[in-house]
Antibody
């Protein structure tokens, strides 16, 4: 059974940095593309980034390009999101998700990032 | 590609039929359109992928269809647990992944 568990969410000041982690289990992690999606309080879903199984292909949404970095460690079955230069508008629940074809087939429960002084 | 969902809110009663729309701003392959359900305090759940294929464990009252750039999620007979927010999502065109703004399905 697929299980994804995010961690690392915290309260951080504007301009600060944070690293989110997503621990994966129940499937062969190294075979799948993975993604980060966020949801601001009371708002809809916003795709952030995805990474291919071998890390050779990476895409970012324009809103985070140059500030956020996605990475993965297939040996540790883990996905990461390094976030720099955080802004108030980055406040959201951050989800990691596993691709199922071209859809996001499995999601974690999310971790809350709050950017505030 | 921009995905525009309508209506923003849909108020129906259990047992009724729900029709949710997702319009793409440009042509989109059927393979690249998915639908999700999200309940308060929960992560989204994949319902439909490839425009019309149900994900594992999804009841057959949920169905998806497409006509050109218009995609539809239909719930044939609403159950109490179906009242939630529904999102469509596309893959492949810059930005690489986008979601619609969501349709809230409320109990009337």
């Amino acid at each position: 059974q697929v299980h994804l568990e995010e961690s690392g969410g915290d309260l951080v000041k504007p301009g600060g940095s944070l690293r989110l982690s997503c621990a994966a289990s129940g499937f062969t992690f190294s075979d799948y593309y993975m993604s980060w999606i966020r949801q601001a309080p009371g708002k809809g879903l916003q795709w952030i980034s995805y990474i291919s199984s071998s890390s050779s292909t990476i895409y970012y949404a324009d809103s985070v390009k140059g500030r956020f970095t996605i990475s993965r460690d297939n040996a540790k079955n883990s996905l990461y999101l390094h976030m720099n230069s955080l802004r108030a508008e980055d406040t959201a629940v951050y989800y990691c998700a596993k691709f199922f074809g071209y859809a996001l087939g499995s999601w974690g429960q999310g971790t809350l990032v709050t950017v505030s002084s | 590609i921009v995905l525009t969902q309508s209506p923003g809110t849909l108020s129906l009663s259990p047992g009724e039929r729900a029709t949710l729309s997702c319009r793409a701003s440009q042509s989109l392959s059927n393979d690249y359109l998915a639908w999700y359900q999200q309940k308060p305090g929960q992560a989204p759940r994949l319902l439909i992928y490839g425009s019309s294929s149900r994900a594992t464990g999804i009841p057959d009252r949920f169905s998806g269809s497409e006509s050109g750039t218009d995609f539809t999620l239909t719930i044939s007979r609403l159950e109490p647990e179906d009242f939630a927010v529904y999102y469509c999502q596309q893959y492949g065109s810059s930005p690489q992944v986008t979601f619609g703004q969501g349709t809230r399905l409320d109990i009337k």
